[in-house]
């Protein structure tokens, strides 16, 4: 059974740095594309950021493009986002997921998501 959980999430001033990450089990974690998801309060969760299986390649959201980055570590079958210079639009739930490709989001690998992590950046 799939499961993925999210971690590092807390309260921060705008400006700040934060580092959440997640963790794998239950499938082969190296060969899928991850990516971090974010759902704030009222709204649909939106992509932020995808990682190529091997690191290579990675994508990201245009509102975080230049402040986060995406890392993964696939010996702990972890998944990182540095999240740099936050802004009080950045709150909300992070999860991360499996994908089918790293350039498409939209895909998942699997149904399930975690519990996620909350991000409250404050100004």
């Known amino acids: 059974q799939v499961h993925i959980t999210e971690f590092g999430g807390g309260l921060v001033q705008a400006g700040g740095s934060l580092r959440i990450f997640c963790t794998a089990s239950g499938y082969t974690f190296s060969p899928y594309p991850m990516g971090w998801f974010r759902q704030a309060p009222g709204k649909e969760r939106e992509f932020v950021a995808t990682i190529s299986w091997n690191s290579g390649s990675t994508y990201y959201a245009d509102s975080v493009k230049g402040r986060f980055t995406i890392s993964r570590d696939n010996a702990k079958n972890a998944v990182f986002l540095q999240m740099n210079s936050l802004k009080p639009e950045d709150t909300g739930v992070y999860y991360c997921?499996?994908?089918?490709?790293?350039?498409?989001?939209?895909?998942?690998?699997?149904?399930?998501w975690g519990q996620g992590t909350q991000v409250t950046v404050f100004s």
């Open positions: 997921n499996a994908l089918k490709w790293a350039s498409d989001p939209e895909h998942r690998a699997f149904d399930s």
